[in-house]
């Protein structure tokens, strides 16, 4: 759809119709695309387990990385709602 003024005064029912159901179509697509993912129905959290244990190993070595709150989020948020997420996120 173009951002137009659309002349309806000499349109037939059917043309009138045919706009709607287009509009109607952009609308439900625009709908789902701002819905948030759902949680994923099976959460496999080995990966969160993984890196919590790689990340206490450094740190008891005496070593920290300014970068592990960002890998934690990244992991949670992986975990829980798939790889996609940063698809909808980016987005926003």
Known sequence: ???KIID???M?????KNII??????LE???KENQAPKVLDNINTDNIVSLAKEIMSRICEG???????QWC???VMETVYGKNIWK???SR
């Open 21 to 26: 159901a287009s509009l109607q179509n952009h």
């Open 12 to 16: 037939s029912d059917q043309e009138l």
């Open 73 to 75: 989020y990244e992991a």
């Open 63 to 69: 070593g920290k990385d300014e970068d592990d709150v």
């Open 8 to 10: 309806t005064t000499n």
């Open 1 to 3: 759809m173009s951002d």
């Open 88 to 90: 909808f996120i980016n």
């Open 29 to 31: 697509i625009r709908e």
